[in-house]
T-cell receptor, first 111, second 112 residues
């Protein structure tokens, strides 16, 4: 099906482990984004990408790594997970820098 | 300090009445504003947007008003329906075009 998907939908991990959240879109949108949603903060931008092999930091990039070797995929890696990274993570894509289309989210718990 | 504020965490409205959701921003470099709606366990979905060169944009039951001098925008939903019950996020884009800032959201409950 066309659209934007995220996997896994739920993940529980332990402090210090590496975790990768996957994002895949079938629209061939140029732009892709990663946000985290925390109570009282709304959505905060972690990283974004304007095209394959082009990435840039958002508001809260510390502790996260991204890559974009293919237009359709934009994985987010927590190299050494911390409890403060417990959150709901949303991936989004857009044709240009206006309307973004969001995935269903990944709920990550770091114990 | 939050650049996009939604000072009402929640709002309850009777079905058929008008819902007014408010959003304030502090950064005068924002040039494009959006409203998203979010249901539980789903991602946000785009609702309506407005460019800083306009003061009003309408789409069916949804109208967004922008007051640049006050750095304030509002979303009007008329008439409100139970299916409108969701969390609404206001978002703003800076004029570099790639940085989006979201407000904390307002939970709207439309009562039948």
């Amino acid at each position: 099906d066309a659209g934007i998907t995220q996997s896994p939908r739920y993940k529980i991990t332990e402090t210090g482990r590496q975790v990768t959240l996957m994002c895949h879109q079938t629209w061939s949108h140029s732009y892709m984004f990663w946000y985290r949603q925390d109570l009282g903060h709304g959505l905060r931008l972690i990283y974004y990408s304007a095209a394959a092999d082009i990435t840039d930091k958002g508001e809260v990039p510390d502790g996260y790594v991204v890559s974009r070797s293919k237009t359709e995929n934009f994985p987010l890696t927590l190299e050494s997970a911390t409890r403060s990274q417990t959150s709901v993570y949303f991936c989004a894509s857009s044709v240009s820098t206006d309307t973004q289309y969001f995935g269903p989210g990944t709920r990550l718990t770091v114990l | 300090d939050q650049q996009v504020k939604q000072n009402s965490p929640s709002l309850s409205v009777q079905e058929g009445r008008i819902s007014i959701l408010n959003c304030d921003y502090t950064n005068s470099m924002f040039d494009y504003f959006l409203w998203y709606k979010k249901y539980p366990a789903e991602g946000p979905t785009f609702l309506i947007s407005i460019s800083s060169i306009k003061d009003k944009n309408e789409d069916g039951r949804f109208t967004v008003f922008l007051n640049k001098s006050a750095k304030h925008l509002s979303l009007h939903i008329v008439p409100s329906q139970p299916g409108d019950s969701a969390v609404y996020f206001c978002a703003a884009r800076d004029n570099y075009g790639q940085n989006f800032v979201f407000g904390p959201g307002t939970r709207l409950s439309v009562l039948p």
